[in-house]
C-alpha cells in the first residue's frame, strides 16, 4: 500500500507516499478523480510523525500511522486548496485538518502568508494553525524538514525537503506545474519560485509532487528539470507567453 522508503542506513527516517483513492479513502469518487498525494514523514526511533496535505480519508490515514507504530505529532500544509487541507470545492465536501483536529490536536504548519486563506476554506481558528517563514525547520523526532517558501499557485505554497527529497504539493509536478489562473495565483511569482528558489535544491534530490499527474510517482529534479516543459522557458518573456494571463 503506497510507497514507503527504508533507505537510511540506520532506519531512522519514516516516509510513506500516498495515493488517495487507492492507498486511502478508497471508496471516495472524488479522492480517485483528483489523485492526490499525501506523506507521512516521520523519525522511527521516536515513532513521532507527521502528515503532509491531509484530505479526503483523514482516519484512514490517522489508522495508518497507528498501524506503522508511529504517533502524529503535527501536520504541514503545501496550500490552501480543498483537495490538500479539506474545505468545499465544486460542490463536493472534502474532508480534511477540520476532521483531524478533531481526531487529534495538533499543531498545523502552514506558511505566514496562507493563513487567511486556509481560516477561509477549511473554517480552523487561527489558534489550530502555526504560521512560518520560508527557511524555517520544523523537526520531527530528531529529523528536519525544511519549509520552502514557494508562492505562485498560491501565495504561501510551501515544499518540503527531508534528507534528499522534496514534497512539492502544486508547485512542481514531474510533467508541468500548478496552475497560475486561481484565486491567489501569481504566474510571475511561480517563474521565481521555480528558476530562483527551487533551482538550489540539487539534481539528486528526489521530488514527490502533490498530484499523480505523470506514469511515475517521483522522479530526481535532474531528470525534471531536463525532461519538464516548463524548465525551457527561461526567460520571463517566454512565461508570460505560455501561464500570462
Same mark, same amino acid.
Given at each position: 500500500m503506497?510507497?514507503?522508503?527504508?533507505?537510511?542506513?540506520?532506519?531512522?527516517?519514516?516516509?510513506?507516499?500516498?495515493?488517495?483513492?487507492?492507498?486511502?479513502?478508497?471508496?471516495?469518487?472524488?479522492?480517485?478523480?483528483?489523485v492526490?498525494?499525501?506523506?507521512?514523514?516521520?523519525?522511527?526511533?521516536?515513532?513521532?510523525?507527521?502528515?503532509?496535505?491531509?484530505?479526503?480519508?483523514?482516519? @484512514?490515514?490517522?489508522?495508518l &500511522? !497507528?498501524?506503522?507504530?508511529?504517533?502524529?505529532? +503535527?501536520? *504541514?500544509?503545501? %496550500?490552501?486548496?480543498? /483537495?490538500?487541507?479539506?474545505?468545499?470545492?465544486?460542490?463536493?465536501?472534502?474532508?480534511?485538518?477540520?476532521?483531524?483536529?478533531?481526531?487529534?490536536?495538533?499543531?498545523?504548519?502552514?506558511?505566514? @502568508?496562507?493563513?487567511?486563506? &486556509? !481560516?477561509?476554506?477549511?473554517?480552523?481558528?487561527? +489558534?489550530? *494553525?502555526?504560521? %512560518?517563514?520560508?527557511? /524555517?525547520?520544523?523537526?520531527?523526532?530528531?529529523?528536519?524538514?525544511?519549509?520552502?517558501?514557494t508562492?505562485?499557485?498560491?501565495?504561501?505554497?510551501?515544499?518540503?525537503?527531508?534528507?534528499?527529497?522534496?514534497?512539492?504539493g502544486?508547485?512542481?509536478?514531474?510533467?508541468?506545474?500548478?496552475?497560475t489562473? *486561481?484565486?491567489?495565483?501569481?504566474?510571475?511569482?511561480?517563474?521565481?519560485?521555480?528558476m530562483t528558489?527551487?533551482?538550489?535544491?540539487?539534481?539528486?534530490?528526489?521530488?514527490?509532487?502533490?498530484?499523480?499527474?505523470?506514469?511515475?510517482?517521483?522522479?530526481?529534479?535532474?531528470?525534471?528539470?531536463a525532461?519538464?516543459?516548463?524548465?525551457?522557458?527561461?526567460?520571463?518573456?517566454?512565461?508570460?507567453?505560455?501561464f500570462?494571463?
Open positions: 503506497g510507497v514507503t522508503e527504508r533507505n537510511d542506513a540506520d532506519d531512522r527516517l519514516y516516509f510513506r507516499q500516498l495515493l488517495a483513492g487507492r492507498d486511502f479513502a478508497v471508496d471516495d469518487p472524488v479522492a480517485r478523480q483528483m492526490n498525494f499525501v506523506y507521512l514523514i516521520g523519525d522511527r526511533q521516536s515513532g513521532e510523525a507527521v502528515v503532509v496535505d491531509p484530505a479526503y480519508g483523514v482516519d @484512514d490515514l490517522c489508522d &500511522v !497507528e498501524t506503522d507504530g508511529m504517533r502524529l505529532v +503535527g501536520a *504541514l500544509a503545501t %496550500h490552501y486548496h480543498p /483537495d490538500h487541507v479539506g474545505g468545499e470545492m465544486a460542490g463536493w465536501q472534502i474532508e480534511g485538518i477540520t476532521r483531524l483536529l478533531e481526531r487529534t490536536q495538533v499543531p498545523v504548519h502552514v506558511q505566514a @502568508d496562507e493563513v487567511e486563506w &486556509v !481560516e477561509r476554506v477549511t473554517g480552523v481558528g487561527p +489558534g489550530d *494553525l502555526v504560521a %512560518h517563514q520560508g527557511g /524555517d525547520v520544523v523537526t520531527v523526532g530528531e529529523i528536519p524538514v525544511t519549509l520552502l517558501h508562492p505562485g499557485h498560491t501565495p504561501g505554497s510551501q515544499c518540503f525537503l527531508v534528507e534528499g527529497r522534496l514534497v512539492a502544486d508547485t512542481l509536478f514531474l510533467e508541468g506545474c500548478g496552475r489562473d *486561481l484565486p491567489g495565483s501569481d504566474p510571475m511569482q511561480m517563474h521565481e519560485s521555480l528558489r527551487l533551482a538550489r535544491v540539487p539534481d539528486e534530490t528526489v521530488l514527490f509532487p502533490g498530484h499523480l499527474y505523470a506514469p511515475e510517482p517521483s522522479a530526481t529534479m535532474g531528470h525534471t528539470r525532461t519538464n516543459y516548463v524548465f525551457r522557458l527561461k526567460t520571463p518573456e517566454q512565461w508570460m507567453t505560455m500570462g494571463a
